[in-house]
């Protein structure tokens, strides 16, 4: 690679020697017009177009005995939110762990009606690969947190705070044998959406972590 | 000037259109059943033409200040972790990549689809230094599977059928050949890739995007295999054509909500994926790639090719992509596109690629950032015909060209005078046997009153050929 360097220089003076004479302006993004659906409607009838399932769950419980209903044989749950505990935790480990996860929870920062898409980073996945190994994935996402369309969601993320950050729009899906769609290519092979706020966690101070009172204690 | 040999699409179009009664019609169907749907997205989209335009002038915007915010991503993805390093061509991005490999001890590796990567002829480059390729995007590893380049920029084997596949499968991976379901075929490749993805120690990927602003580069699949790849091997390597440079955040709205509708019809691809740096305990390198770019954007009549996203929309309405078969160009790129990027690659090797079109304009309708790719063509006839290259042409019975081509001005007041007869010119092209093998293997359908032909001939017969 020593010719880097060099070719650095050689690039950027072609490029200045080659630039168009007239400049052009960077446009203005105006903000649109919105459909006048409801974002969750909306959100949800797009999720479902993209193969993704949404569901309305009232309660942690009810959000865990649905998750048991989906995946009655799921033997690896990890769990990267604080209201499910699943049968494991995503923790800060080697990628190649989370090999045999049948089912993957995560919570979405947002969702983004338009598409039906949920924003998911580094930080929410603690683990990369925990979206993209397991076999199934469960997403929350609290209903209260929709955008309408891209332009808001960008003005939403912050890609100069992760190093990874993804739109998901509904499980792994490819259509390259005779245009067939199919679902599970090589990501999840299911996608299903709780709308559940979080939880209200008791804020306990960092000292007494260790005495954390029970819910409902 | 190349040494290779002039592609011949027409030759090449005819043995894809007579092969069979199977292959074209399907190929031809798929494609404009996608660009239905494109259609439908577009339309339900108010400021869907707003949105192609502000697309387009973002994009001239960065080529004219492309050296700027190149060096903007470099110093922000530098910041973030990332190694850049820079390709002046194809042979060095492929020592680059090549070196990182050796470095890093890695002997086999998997990448996800990158036209970049197929551009530089990457995978034979590698393999040819022990270091062996796997394609993950089940389209390209079809193609992989079966020694072929891909045929279409985002479906790269849409000229398959479910048959072929099953027997390709059969013969390459041991499966039953009679068994053609596409949810067995697609299992087949994704349990053949996992403990592949599992056991490499590098993952390749490209870049739709390039945000200057943050030094963020952008990935956009379906089937989530540039995110496993990027996410589970310890290394990263990102090969990014510097035009893909855009310089804000907030740009991206824009191309995102028009990327995945024009491509295929859908909102967004399922994944679109942001890298900004290395993932926790990971290694990524960016490639940015010139490979005759910054004398492109030196061509007056030609950079605006440089703004391309890769949506394939060109030639999913493409009358004659559709009939031909992506292969049938050639070259890396194939459709509107390819006829005007290919000679900028190799003028003398694609110099039939310009006649390879109807000039119907359908592709510069649907562009998402509003390229002139018709009028381009048509540019490319005129270098073609100045050049001599025109011994080709005059077999496709395109003899009248050489006058023509050389006066575009001519060509557009034709146009105009001729616009009730235009819609039917395409049809008129493609299905008329005596004139084109396209329509050799089809009926003659109801041609209009006047077709553009006819016109042409009427108020141009001076300089008409012999061979008409
Ligand atoms: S030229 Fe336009 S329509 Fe064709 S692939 Fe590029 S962006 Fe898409």
């Not at chain 1, 690039?11 to 007239?22: E, Q, T």
């Not at chain 2, 179009?13 to 660009?35: K, N, S, Y």
């Not at chain 2, 070196?99 to 197929?118: A, T, W």
């Not at chain 2, 305990?281 to 790639?289: A, D, K, Q, R, S």
Request: charged content about 25%; overall charge negative.
């Amino acid at each position: 690679m020593q010719t880097t360097n060099s070719s650095r220089e050689t690039i950027l003076g072609a490029i200045r020697n080659s630039l168009p004479k007239d400049k052009v302006e960077h446009p203005r993004i105006p903000h649109f017009q919105r459909s006048g659906e409801r974002l969750k409607t909306e959100f949800e009838r797009h999720l479902q177009e993209a193969g993704g399932v949404a569901h309305d769950v009232a309660t942690v419980a009810e959000a865990e005995a649905r998750l048991m209903t989906l995946h009655p044989g799921a033997k690896v749950i990890c769990s990267a939110v604080p209201e499910i505990a699943g049968t494991r935790r995503a923790e800060d480990r080697d990628p190649h762990e989370f090999a045999d996860v049948d089912v993957g929870i995560v919570r979405a920062l947002f969702g983004v009606a338009e598409s039906g898409a949920v924003w998911l980073t580094q930080e929410d996945l603690v683990v990369d690969a925990l979206a993209f190994l397991s076999q199934h994935l469960i997403v929350l996402l609290d209903p209260e947190q929709i955008v309408s369309d891209m332009h808001e969601a960008y003005r939403r993320v912050r890609l100069d705070e992760t190093a990874f950050g993804c739109f998901m729009m509904g499980p792994s899906a490819t259509a390259d044998v005779e245009a067939t769609l199919v679902h599970g290519a090589q990501g999840a092979r299911s996608l299903n959406l709780f709308f559940l706020p979080p939880a209200q966690m008791p804020v306990v101070p960092a000292s007494t972590k260790t005495s954390r009172p029970e819910p409902g204690a | 000037m190349s040494n290779a040999k002039q592609v011949d699409p027409a030759k090449a179009a005819e043995l894809f259109i007579i092969h069979d009664q199977i292959h074209e019609p399907m190929h031809d169907r798929f494609l404009w059943g996608t660009m239905q749907r494109r259609d439908a997205e577009a339309a339900a989209i108010p400021e869907w033409e707003e949105l192609r335009e502000i697309a387009s002038k973002i994009k001239e915007h960065t080529l004219t200040h492309l050296d700027h915010y190149l060096e903007e991503f470099e110093a922000n993805a530098t910041k973030r972790g990332a190694h850049v390093h820079w390709a002046l061509d194809a042979a060095e991005h492929n020592e680059i990549v090549h070196s990182i490999l050796k470095d890093h001890g890695v002997k086999e590796m998997i990448k996800s689809k990158s036209m970049l990567q197929e551009e530089c002829h990457m995978t034979p480059f590698l393999e040819n230094r022990g270091i062996k390729v796997i394609e993950s995007d089940l389209g390209e590893r079809i193609q992989q599977l079966d020694g072929q380049p891909p045929s279409h920029i985002v479906f790269p084997a849409i000229h398959k059928t479910r048959k072929d596949v099953a027997q390709l499968f059969a013969r390459t991976v041991g499966t039953d050949p009679n068994n053609d379901d596409p949810h067995l075929l697609t299992e087949v490749i994704r349990n053949n890739a996992r403990p592949r993805f599992l056991a490499t120690g590098a993952g390749m990927t490209g870049g739709n995007f390039a945000i200057a602003e943050t030094g963020t580069f952008m990935v956009c699949t379906n089937e989530g295999n540039a995110d496993i790849g990027a996410s589970v091997p310890p290394l990263h390597i990102a090969s990014i054509g510097i035009e893909k440079l855009i310089p804000r955040v907030e740009d991206m709205g824009v191309f995102l909500r028009l990327l995945a509708r024009s491509a295929e019809g859908s909102p967004l691809t399922q994944y679109s994926s942001h890298f900004s740096g290395p993932r926790k305990g990971g290694e990524l390198h960016i490639v940015l790639v010139d490979n005759g770019r910054s004398r492109r954007l030196g061509m007056a009549d030609f950079w605006h090719s440089l703004k391309c996203i890769r949506c394939g929309a060109c030639m999913n309405t493409c009358p004659v992509y559709r009939r031909s078969g992506g292969l049938s160009y050639g070259a890396t790129y194939s459709g509107p596109i390819g006829v005007i990027l290919d000679p900028t690659f190799d003028e003398f090797k694609y110099s039939e690629l310009p006649f390879h079109s109807t000039l119907c304009g359908s592709c510069s309708d649907v562009c998402p950032v509003k390229i002139d790719i018709s009028d381009q063509i048509l540019k490319w006839r005129r270098v073609m015909a100045e050049r001599g290259y025109l011994p080709l042409v005059k077999r496709m019975s395109f003899a009248v060209a050489g006058h023509v081509l050389g006066h575009p001005e001519e060509y557009h007041a034709m146009e105009k005078v001729a616009a009730p007869a235009m819609d039917y010119a395409p049809h008129f092209l493609l299905y008329n046997r005596s004139l084109n093998p396209w329509g050799r293997s089809r009926e003659l359908p109801q041609i209009a009153k006047q077709t553009f032909r006819d016109w042409y001939l009427a108020n141009r017969s001076e300089h008409a050929d012999d061979e008409q």
